[in-house]
T-cell receptor, first 115, second 115 residues
């Protein structure tokens, strides 16, 4: 089974802090994604990566950056956390080939609260 | 740009009833994928069912089936013989075949199955 894990289920940070959210997948997937989930807005793509050291902006990249130094790990960074970044953050991964290439596998999510 | 709309924020039915969740989308693409994802309370998002736009036959997975109307750009999910474990947020999602691997999600429908 594909397993996507995220470093924390719940996180509380203060305004202005630098925040790191970590995601690890164990299926050698090429593609990795960071979404944020807000009530009434569904999931919105922040950033994605299709290879090590490669990244692409999603629909709402402002205030975020990402890092992918190893294939299995994709980090989301909030350089200076703000209250409007309080949200649920979901990581996902997918393979670029084969029967499952169109399916994204999701982590459990990190609920981040910025005070 | 593609958009996905779920017009039912919440739905509630009795156990064993049949329920249909609505989804419409907008795209200029001719070939694409559509998905329904399920997010149970405090649990990971999982894929329920997928549909390739070039296939006319509606996809089915056990108690879950879709009504795909390509011309109307409609993609509804029918859950037959609903069970308490079907209680979850349901998200409709769109994916292009070519280009970026990202999903575009609808706003979600919170479905509650009552005993």
């Amino acid at each position: 089974d594909v397993k996507v894990t995220q470093s924390s289920r719940y996180l509380v940070k203060r305004t202005g802090e630098k925040v790191f959210l970590e995601c690890v997948q164990d299926m050698d997937h090429e593609n990795m994604f960071w979404y944020r989930q807000d009530p009434g807005l569904g999931l919105r793509l922040i950033y994605f990566s299709y290879d090590v050291k490669m990244k692409e902006k999603g629909d709402i990249p402002e205030g975020y950056s990402v890092s992918r130094e190893k294939k299995e790990r994709f980090s989301l960074i909030l350089e200076s956390a703000s209250t409007n970044q309080t949200s649920m953050y979901l990581c996902a991964s997918s393979t670029a080939s084969g029967r499952l290439r169109n399916e994204q596998f999701f982590g459990p999510g990190t609920r981040l609260t910025v005070l | 740009a593609q958009t996905v709309t779920q017009s039912q924020p919440e739905m509630s039915v009795q156990e064993a009833e049949t329920v249909t969740l609505s989804c419409t989308y907008d795209t200029s693409e001719n070939n694409y994928y559509l998905f329904w994802y399920k997010q149970p309370p405090s649990r990971q998002m999982i894929l329920v069912i997928r549909q390739e736009a070039y296939k006319q036959q509606n996809a089915t997975e056990n108690r879950f089936s879709v009504n795909f109307q390509k011309a109307a750009k409609s993609f509804s999910l029918k859950i037959s013989d609903s069970q308490l474990g079907d209680t979850a947020m349901y998200f409709c999602a769109f994916k292009r075949i070519q280009g970026a691997q990202k999903l575009v999600f609808g706003q979600g429908t919170r479905l509650t199955i009552n005993p």
